[in-house]
DNA sequence: ATAAAAACATACTAATTAGTATGTTTTTGG
DNA sequence: CCAAAAACATACTAATTAGTATGTTTTTAT
């Protein structure tokens, strides 16, 4: 029984934050900082959200989890060659997705590595989405080894980890090192994917 | 000319920096946090650091730099097998040094993912640590090449930095999956480094 | 149209933050 | 031993933090 508006003004603020907390990072982005950008008053951020934490938490769910949705998963379209969709999707995740910059790296896994250890309730949202992610490698995977473009005696589900373990790390080394590490990984990737033939 | 007592005071403020930045980041340990813990007063801790960041530099240098160094790089003797050294060092990382703590990862790799972007002088005594690694690794795979074990076309820089980078990789995605990640990454890790020979 | 509830606005608070001003105590070289 | 410098201690400050108390304005259902 919420208002069109009402609504309009939630959904900004918790898109506002995603961006600065791709930015700067959740804990350092403050409440204050989130309702300046939005042009929304305290009392409203309040009304919506009980405190920053409860924000947080619709923010990864309403925000990043669609959002990577669209970036992470629906890159696979799994139904021709496996390891030649695989490493499309890590390729244009890496180099050609215009939401990403270099220097912050990836909202989600940044947030995993700032909150994970920290808020139970963080860990647990941000683990879905990367279950979720897992999950559409597993089956590019698995429909590939029925195919017998993969063999056999892979476990699809270890290689998943394994390749979402990857991105998060380059995400990361690309933050010191820039795009030249982006373009190494790739090289190094390809190999590794050959390894599944 | 410091006296001895003084340089064990400002010794003992890194060290205990250094391990509440481990498990709570650096942004959110504040220095009423760090001189509680480490029973020294506001007066000393500024006496020996102009101000936070100066003293986060320090710590990254003189106490994550050294730890660092012993745990990644002396772990690599680099005069057998080069692939089941590197292996080797990745596994006792992983397994067996009884410094970290799964669910807050690494601590250099949290520094780069909080600070790289953040602040520049830190970007660049993180980028020293991780080129130290690389360095070492590359020698490793030189040396590998030299006597047959390596295969000829492999680009030893570029295999360092996706060795790195998987290494950062796994240890955020620990910090939600826990061991078994761990564990499936190696499995994987030796497959791709078999792909070295 | 109107009463009630929802949505928002303003002005506060108490805690915490990095950092400073101004001391006192230790250490050191001569 | 003793003055000067080094090393520390205490008490502050101004800014920022998340959150609240108490309003006013909008929407909604009747």
């Not at 405190?51 to 989890?65: C, P, R, S, T």
């Not at 890159?75 to 021709?80: F, I, Q, R, T, V």
């Not at 890590?90 to 050609?96: F, G, H, I």
Request: glycine share 6%.
């Amino acid at each position: 029984m919420s208002s069109k508006k009402a609504a309009a003004t939630r959904l900004n603020i918790l898109q506002k934050a995603f961006e600065l907390v791709y930015q700067n990072g959740y804990r350092t982005t403050s409440v204050d900082e989130i309702i300046a950008t939005t042009q929304v008053t305290k009392g409203a951020f309040f009304y919506h959200f009980k405190n920053k934490d409860e924000m947080g938490l619709a923010m990864i769910n309403e925000v990043m989890q669609p959002g990577m949705r669209k970036s992470l998963i629906e890159a696979l379209p799994s139904n021709g060659n496996p390891t030649e969709e695989i490493y499309n999707m890590m390729e244009s995740l890496l180099l050609k997705d215009p939401f990403f910059i270099i220097k912050y790296g990836c909202p989600a896994i940044n947030m995993v590595e700032e909150m994970a250890s920290y808020n139970e309730a963080f860990n647990k949202a941000l683990s879905q989405l990367v279950i979720q992610w897992e999950e559409a490698i597993t089956t590019t995977l698995e429909k590939g080894k029925t195919i017998g473009k993969i063999n056999p005696d892979t476990n699809p589900k270890e290689v998943a980890q394994y390749i979402i373990s990857g991105y998060g790390g380059i995400r990361n080394l690309g933050k010191i090192h820039g795009k030249p590490s982006y373009i190494n990984y790739l090289s190094q990737f390809k190999k590794y994917l050959n390894t599944l033939k």
